[in-house]
T-cell receptor, first 115, second 112 residues
Framework: DAKTTQPPSMDCAEGRAANLPCNHS???????VYWYRQIHSQGPQYIIH???NNETNEMASLIITEDRKSSTLILPHATLRDTAVYYC????????????????FGSGTQLTVLP | DTGVSQDPRHKITKRGQNVTFRCDPI?????LYWYRQTLGQGPEFLTY????????KSRLLSDRFSAERPKGSFSTLEIQRTEQGDSAMYLC??????????FGPGTRLTVL
């Protein structure tokens, strides 16, 4: 799986959009970008994933650049409860590769939402 | 859909004791994963089941660790002769057709 690079920490004002960047310059054509977050002392929570098109769900939006070498997770209106470590992970989807693939977590970005 | 559950949530044990953790995946999820997370680090993969078959094991899974999923539903992770270095959060995740993994709350192990 391709490696990812994320800033170690970011701050965001409550109510504002939080934009979390991720670089994955060695991503392959069949690798997806997944985002998870982990609130202190809880299990990781799935947020969103995408291949090459931008994706949006009730939690966030995922913007992937045309060359797929980087992406941005957008939390449109950050709240204090969004304070967490955000992980960007690149992996081949298991149902494509024919075998399930574990997630390889890096260090993530500690997002702190400030009141 | 009640989500992935893990039991116990916290376990304190003395060095040398055996411990067993349980994971109940989301109903009908045929894939189950175990991860370990130490303080300040991201989760690290330990092992993976598809139905009852254990198909992948990490080099982190020493011979003191054993995992089972006897009927393809819940899974157990046992650590024998615990060491202080085993202190960590043990996380379970499950997935199905979309292969998106959903995690449980974890079991925090403290070895004294």
């Amino acid at each position: 799986d391709a490696k990812t690079t994320q800033p170690p920490s970011m701050d965001c004002a409550e109510g504002r959009a939080a934009n979390l960047p991720c670089n994955h310059s060695t991503i392959s054509g069949n690798e997806y970008v997944y985002w998870y977050r982990q609130i202190h002392s809880q299990g990781p929570q799935y947020i969103i994933h995408g291949l090459k098109n931008n994706e949006t769900n009730e939690m966030a939006s995922l913007i992937i650049t045309e060359d797929r070498k980087s992406s941005t997770l957008i939390l449109p209106h950050a709240t204090l409860r969004d304070t967490a470590v955000y992980y960007c992970i690149v992996r081949v989807a298991g149902y494509i590769s024919g075998s399930a693939r574990q997630l390889t977590f890096g260090s993530g970005t500690q997002l702190t939402v400030l009141p | 859909d009640t989500g992935v559950s893990q039991d116990p949530r916290h376990k304190i044990t003395k060095r040398g004791q055996n411990v067993t953790f349980r994971c109940d995946p989301i109903s009908e999820h045929n894939r189950l994963y175990w991860y370990r997370q130490t303080l300040g680090q991201g989760p690290e993969f330990l092992t993976y089941f598809q139905n009852e078959a254990q198909l992948e094991k990490s080099r982190l899974l020493s011979d003191r660790f054993s995992a089972e999923r006897p009927k393809g539903s819940f899974s157990t992770l046992e650590i024998q002769r615990t060491e202080q270095g085993d202190s960590a959060m043990y996380l379970c995740a499950s997935s199905y057709l979309t292969d998106t993994q959903y995690f449980g709350p974890g079991t925090r192990l403290t070895v004294l």
